[in-house]
């Protein structure tokens, strides 16, 4: 089970960051991404982090921006976010994989939280 937090109304230019909580199963062995669905809109991937060589990789239109991480003693991932855009509105998801390498396909992964909306707006 996976649950975020964080989510809410923030200006343009602002931070954020997101946690996604996981149970009932240890994230060292899983490979963790990070997806966003706007309204009208198919999710998309914002940002993955494999397992197996601490490899991570982010979507053009959030590289430098945002930063992927995990804490796998503590069993959470984060997703910091800067320089918030109106753009980046969505509602995000926390999602992992039982493989060595992530990626950025939603279709490749097997367990979801539930979202947290983001909102940044003046």
């Known amino acids: 089970q996976l649950e975020e937090s964080g989510g809410e109304l923030v200006q343009p230019g602002g931070s954020l960051r997101l946690s996604c909580a996981v149970s009932r199963f240890q994230l060292t062995y899983y490979s963790i991404g990070w997806f966003r669905q706007a309204p009208g809109r198919e999710r998309e991937g914002v940002s993955c982090?494999?397992?197996?060589?601490?490899?991570?990789d982010y979507s053009d239109s959030v590289k430098g921006r945002f930063t992927i991480s995990r804490d796998n003693a503590e069993n959470k991932m984060y997703l910091q976010m800067n320089a918030l855009r109106p753009e980046d509105t969505a509602v995000y998801y926390c999602a992992a994989k039982l493989e060595n390498l992530c990626s950025l396909q939603q279709s490749d992964y097997d367990d979801w939280g539930q979202g947290t909306q983001v909102t940044v707006s003046s």
């Open positions: 982090f494999s397992r197996s060589n601490g490899r991570t």
